[in-house]
Nanobody, 115 residues
Framework: VQLVESGGGLVQPGGSLRLSCAAS????????ASWYRQAPGKEREKVAG????????NYADSVKGRFTISRDNAKNTVYLQMNSLQPDDTAVYYC?????????WGKGILVTVSS
């Protein structure tokens, strides 16, 4: 089982990034997917989630209207489009998939928002 995040990096305030999480080794389409983040000195928090078929999504209040989660089950990939990024969005972003009591995590990718 592997979840590999990509697309992170340094961006200026107001900029955009798209994170990708490529899954392998399991039936990706059977799992709900989420993005979490952990900022320095803070607890990990859920940013956005999407159902296994992609028909339902949910977001943390702090990112509503700025972030969009989506998935392509044919490509075994979940995405997080992040717009209007602010310094408070600086964190390590983690991909997570879950089905009943089984869950897998990616290793995380750093997003830094700074001028």
């Amino acid at each position: 089982v592997q979840l590999v995040e990509s697309g992170g990096g340094l961006v200026q305030p107001g900029g955009s990034l798209r994170l990708s999480c490529a899954a392998s080794g399991f039936t990706f389409s059977a799992y709900a997917a989420s993005w979490y983040r952990q900022a320095p000195g803070k607890e990990r928090e859920k940013v956005a989630g999407i159902s296994s078929a992609g028909s339902g999504t949910n977001y943390a209040d702090s990112v509503k209207g700025r972030f969009t989660i989506s998935r392509d089950n044919a490509k075994n990939t979940v995405y997080l489009q992040m717009n209007s990024l602010q310094p408070d969005d600086t964190a390590v972003y983690y991909c997570n998939v879950r089905r009943f009591d089984r869950a897998y995590w990616g290793k995380g990718i750093l997003v830094t928002v700074s001028s």
